[in-house]
């Protein structure tokens, strides 16, 4: 008996700082993401909107910002997705881990990825302006994530310890402690805007921070708008 060949989804990430995502699906393979991250996709390619995990997972990634549908397509087919700011894509292999993420920077995964949502600590959400939930990914098969600016990805061994700015954490590895660390008092808090609250995060596992965030583009922007 011959060995049967398993043939897998075919991924491509194009572009510098717009990146876009191709994804190549055979009979029958499933693939999921934000509608809005859809860009075109072959006529051969089923697609449907999906309660991901469920009424309750659903209700929970909307509290988190994300969608309350997602799209999933079936091959055969292609599709392209992209982000809608200027960053990186990530392939993330998720190779049974979990991983929690901010909601926005989801961008497409395979089928066999749970998509729930996880509660924080209170002071994450409303302190540090990220949102009670963060989007939470288990299972196996590849997450894909887009970055705002540049990507940071950082591996931290056992005990090591970082401070991110917390509208800068894209995502970590579930499993790994975090805590909130306020930088500053009163007046920086008033006047400054910047760097008032920090995810403290210690290892082992990976982290990954992106270089813009959505409140300084939109201020940039901003700037020239009223000029």
Known sequence: MKNMVTMLPKYDIYGQDLQYLTVELNPREKVYGEAGHLIM??????????L????????????????????????????????????????????????????HSFLMAEDSVKYDAKLARFSVGFLGGQGILFARF?????????????????????????????????????????????VGGIRSMLFSGEGLF???????????????????????????LKG
């Open 41 to 50: 996709k072959s006529a051969s390619l089923k697609m449907d909107t999906k």
């Open 52 to 103: 991901k995990g469920g009424i309750l997972s659903s209700l929970k990634r909307e509290l988190t910002g994300a969608s309350f549908f997602v799209i999933e397509l079936e091959g055969p087919g292609s599709a392209v997705f992209s982000g809608i700011f200027p960053g990186k894509i990530i392939k993330v292999p998720m190779g049974n881990k979990g991983l929690l993420a901010q909601a």
């Open 138 to 182: 288990l299972g196996s098969g590849n997450v894909f994530l887009h970055s705002h600016g540049n990507l940071i990805s950082k591996d931290l061994s056992n005990g090591e310890t970082i401070e991110v700015e917390s509208s800068h954490l894209m995502a970590f590895e579930d499993g790994m402690e975090y805590s909130i660390t306020r």
């Open 198 to 224: 920090f995810v403290k995060i210690k290892g082992p596992g990976r982290v990954y921070l992106h270089t813009l965030t959505v409140t300084q583009l939109a201020n940039a922007i901003g700037l020239y």
